[in-house]
Nanobody, 128 residues
């Protein structure tokens, strides 16, 4: 069982920044695919960003078009933590942000179904 815990949400004005953190348990964290998804009120949960292990010390980062150039995903394996740096925030970024972990072999880190463990979510509110 992998525990996933997000933190760092809050209220921020449009144009501001936030950094979300996600800590996951497990001895093989460095090989986990880690993803961020978000769910706004009345909408389905959607892919935001993911970082997956490509072998050795190589990782691949992917972003939804809506956040590309504004958000940056990174990971610190020594701390079993993945981050989502969010800059130039817009009111439409308002949502509950969920972190998820994919253990083992997966192919599509944009799909919710690829992830095995989920956190409880952290709320991000961007005021206009």
């Amino acid at each position: 069982q992998v525990q996933v815990v997000e933190s760092g949400g809050g209220l921020v004005p449009a144009g501001g920044s936030l950094r979300l953190s996600c800590a996951a348990s497990g001895r093989t964290f460095s090989r986990y695919g880690m993803g961020w998804f978000r769910q706004a009120v009345g909408k389905e949960r959607e892919f935001v960003s993911a970082i997956s292990w490509s072998g050795g010390s190589t990782y691949y980062a992917d972003y939804a078009d809506s956040v590309k150039g504004r958000f940056t995903i990174s990971r610190e394996n020594a701390k079993n933590t993945v981050y989502l740096q969010m800059n130039s925030l817009k009111p439409e970024d308002t949502a509950v942000y969920y972190c998820a972990a994919a253990v083992g072999y997966h192919t599509n880190y944009r799909a919710l179904s690829e992830f095995d463990y989920w956190g409880q979510g952290t709320r991000v509110t961007v005021s206009s």
